[in-house]
């Protein structure tokens, strides 16, 4: 199973952004599939989660901004950011609890997209 995060970029802050996360390969069943990102000198942190039947969480710092949402058919997991702020910039990592096929329960994870905001 490999993951592809996609859409990082530069924007303004109080500007927008939309991450793609789509996983390819032998999936079987995807549980979770989550966005963290890592700031430097940082933790890794969770932004949001969101369930395969769609229930979803936020982190305090971007709850009310940042919008998590699958595609199920697609395999895609998406995050629309807005109202951005400095203290978003970050390398956003999607992360996906998968079931292959004749697999136990496995985490991956992208590779990263960066996500630059400026004043």
């Known amino acids: 199973v490999q993951l592809q995060a996609s859409g990082g970029g530069l924007a303004q802050s109080g500007g927008s952004l939309r991450l793609s996360c789509v996983a390819t390969?032998?999936?079987?069943?995807?549980?979770?599939m989550e966005w963290y990102r890592q700031a430097p000198g940082n933790q890794r942190e969770l932004v949001a989660s969101?369930?395969?039947?769609?229930?979803?969480k936020y982190s305090d710092s971007v709850k009310g901004r940042f919008t998590i949402s699958r595609d199920n058919a697609k395999n895609t997991a998406y995050l629309q950011m807005n109202s951005l702020k400095l203290g978003d910039t970050a390398v956003y990592y999607c992360?996906?609890?998968?079931?292959?096929?004749?697999?136990?329960?496995?985490?991956?994870w992208g590779q990263g997209t960066l996500v630059t905001v400026s004043s």
């Open positions: 969101i369930t395969s039947d769609g229930r979803t």
């Open positions: 390969g032998n999936i079987g069943s995807m549980n979770e």
């Open positions: 992360h996906a609890v998968v079931i292959p096929y004749g697999v136990g329960i496995r985490h991956f």
